[in-house]
């Protein structure tokens, strides 16, 4: 119960701060765009800031539970920030959710539901060696890297969603090696975590995977980007956590089909939360650097 709330406190931090810094990358000069000039120009930004705050807020909140439960439960759970990004952003614009979004909330809700009863995440398995630890590292960041490059030859809309799915892919690494870093913490002390390369890698991706996301928060409107975002992120965390941490999950025939089936019904409730009018589209025109407006 306990990793249960974390989770889902996370996803709401997760959910706000998303939608607070997406209203001020959309004003940000777009000749910054996958540099980072973007960061040092945001930061200036008051609401932006306030974002990070909540996302940052949301990070230690799931470094917290993934230090007491598994990745292929927590990342599912940190997957319903969309409802809360949904939620704020109906607040703004005054659109009511309709059926398109009543059906994309319970989609996503009985997805989680679906993957965390039919599976049962838990640990104990063996860990992998380090052969398929950087097996399963070097294809999510490489597919990551793949995706950013593919990215920059589409169109704004298009380029936004596969730079969020990239981040999605980081942010699910990071993820993972987090729990690494808390497994540290938990049986050789703070101190150790100098002499691994897990936590300079937790930073490294996560300065990348904020530079993905506010570039793609500034080429298109939140709808492009979020589900790919919030889509990719368990997803990668999942594969990471089964493919090196000993993470298992429920392998009967019936079990993988309600798991299959409650993944598919997350990403599909994420696209359907994702489009809905109530999702910011971003100001026809940018405003000045220092503006604060956040409605």
């Known amino acids: 119960m306990a990793v249960f709330l974390l989770g889902v406190s996370a996803a709401c931090c997760l959910g706000l701060g998303f939608v607070l810094q997406q209203r001020a990358a959309a ?22 800031l306030l974002g990070v705050g909540f996302m940052v807020a949301g990070q230690v909140l799931s470094a917290v539970a993934l230090a007491y439960g ?7 759970l940190t997957a319903t920030n969309l409802i809360f990004a949904m939620a704020l952003s109906r607040w703004l614009t005054r659109q009511p959710l309709g059926w398109s979004g009543w059906g994309g909330v ?32 070097g294809i999510v960041a490489g597919l990551a890297m793949l995706v950013t490059l593919w990215a920059r030859r589409l169109p704004p809309s298009s380029e936004a969603a596969l730079l969020a799915l990239a981040a999605g892919l980081m942010y699910g690494l990071q993820d993972a090696l987090t729990r690494v870093c808390g497994s540290i913490v938990r049986d050789e002390g703070v101190g150790a975590l100098f002499v691994h390369y897990q936590p300079y890698a937790v930073l490294a991706i996560g300065i990348t995977g904020m530079l993905l996301v506010q570039s793609a928060f500034e080429a298109a409107p939140l709808r492009n980007s979020l589900p790919s975002l919030t889509a990719a992120q368990p997803l990668a965390g999942i594969a990471c956590g089964v493919g090196f941490l000993g993470d298992q999950l429920r392998v009967t025939p019936g079990a993988l089909a309600w798991q299959a089936t409650g993944l598919v019904a997350v990403v599909v409730g994420v696209l359907l939360i994702g489009r809905h009018p109530a999702m910011p589209q971003g100001p026809s025109e940018r405003e000045s650097l220092g503006a604060t407006r956040v409605v």
Do not use: Q
């Not at 598994?70 to 599912?76: I, N, Q, T």
């Not at 992998?128 to 097996?135: E, P, Q």
């Open 27 to 48: 004003r940000a000069p777009l000749s910054d765009f996958l540099s980072f000039r973007l960061l040092l120009d945001l930061i200036r930004m008051p609401d932006w």
């Open 70 to 76: 598994e990745v292929s439960l927590v990342e599912p």
């Open 106 to 137: 319970v989609l996503l809700a009985l997805g989680v539901t679906a993957f965390i009863v039919a599976g049962r995440p838990r640990g104990g398995g063996e860990e992998a060696d380090a052969l398929r630890h950087w097996l399963v590292f």
